[in-house]
């Protein structure tokens, strides 16, 4: 699989036009490429870092070549077309809900569970997007210290939930400007019964709530972090909120390790060595991430590192990063590069 033909499958939103983005400019060895929409968008062209593409219709037959199909347009779309990719030699990077807690689907973080590529049959799950920047930056804490327990409240961007989103964060911001009726049609979640205006609010409540009392979002968070790190028992509650910022996922952590002698400066030697972590770390310059800084960029930031009073294996942490990016497109193609480097080391 030296050279690669590409699809992506909702090329026309956030997500899938950041994952044609990220394939150019890390040089991805392509060979064709081919952005799938719905029939409504096929015939329109986009133009991605100065290149144009077509966009085709998304049926079984669009996946005749295709070694690598990435899926962003929605559970629906990939539970429909996912296999029929499959069937016809396609290995698929779904970027949904769809297959994340199934089985014998591998839910993959390369800087965490790398091994897990090597037992997909045919479909590969990229975690929700807030769990992908709490395990990447608690993986080597809990590869040097262990992990016992994770709870962690998140602060997350509008872009999370679609252009849509950002686009009603924006006329919101401007109907209040002007004090014109408030619209809301989006938030909390797009298919509920009520809605309530993201500007210059915060909303408790990210998709619908489970009869537990948690919503969606808390549970994936939940269940994907003890699949990813195969640990069942690992005791893990989440909270996520809303917040009117664009892009960029926060999060307030508060985990507990195995070893109680464990100190701050210790945390920090282990976060300044690890793969895809920047740490931002120093109260006397007030220096901590913060989205607005981390947007348009890869990696995931991490600061506020505190020991917790009352637990001396207890510490809280910061961690910031570009939802649309390592916390979606960018996993997605780091997954393809790993294949490709699988694939060949085999050949």
């Not at 210790?266 to 220096?287: F, K, N, P, Y």
Request: charged residues 25%; aromatic residues 6%.
């Amino acid at each position: 699989m030296s050279k690669v033909n590409v699809a992506i499958i909702g090329a026309t939103g956030a997500v899938g036009t950041k994952i044609l983005e990220k394939l150019l400019e890390r040089k991805f060895p392509l060979n064709s490429i081919k952005l799938l929409a719905s029939k409504r968008s096929a015939g329109k062209e986009i133009e991605i870092s100065g290149q144009k593409f077509t966009i085709e219709e998304a049926n079984p037959e669009a996946f005749e070549g295709i070694d690598i199909a990435f899926f962003s347009a929605g559970g629906n779309i990939s539970e429909m077309l996912a296999e029929e990719a499959v069937k016809r030699g396609a290995v698929v990077i779904d970027n949904t809900s769809a297959f994340r807690m199934v089985e014998d689907i591998p839910l993959v973080v390369p800087e965490v569970n790398l091994d897990a590529l090597r037992q997909h049959k045919g479909i590969i799950a990229n975690p929700n997007c807030s769990t992908i920047q709490m395990v990447a930056a608690l993986e080597p804490i809990r590869e040097k210290f262990g992990l016992k327990r994770i709870v962690v409240s998140t602060y997350q961007a509008v872009s999370g939930a679609g252009v849509e989103a950002i686009d009603e964060l924006e006329s919101q911001s401007d109907q209040l400007q002007s004090r014109a009726e408030i619209e809301a049609q989006i938030l909390p979640s797009a298919a509920g019964k009520k809605h309530y205006p993201i500007a210059f609010n915060v909303i408790p409540q990210i998709d619908a709530f489970d009869e537990s009392g948690y919503t969606l979002e808390e549970l994936k968070m939940m269940n994907e972090t003890k699949k990813i790190f195969g640990m069942p028992n690992l005791q893990v509650s989440a909270t996520c909120v809303r917040l009117p910022v664009v892009t960029g996922h926060s999060e307030s952590l508060y985990l507990e390790v195995e070893d109680e002698n464990v100190t701050v400066e210790d945390i920090h030697e282990v976060l300044r060595g690890a793969e895809s972590i920047v740490l931002q770390d120093d109260i006397q310059t007030q220096t901590y991430p913060m989205p607005l800084f981390a947007e348009g960029k890869d990696e995931i930031f991490v600061g506020r590192v505190r020991k917790d009073p009352d637990h001396a294996n207890g510490f809280h942490l910061w961690i910031v990063a570009d939802n649309l990016l390592k916390g979606a497109a960018l996993n997605s193609v780091q997954i393809a590069e790993r294949l490709v480097e699988i694939e060949t080391s085999i050949d």
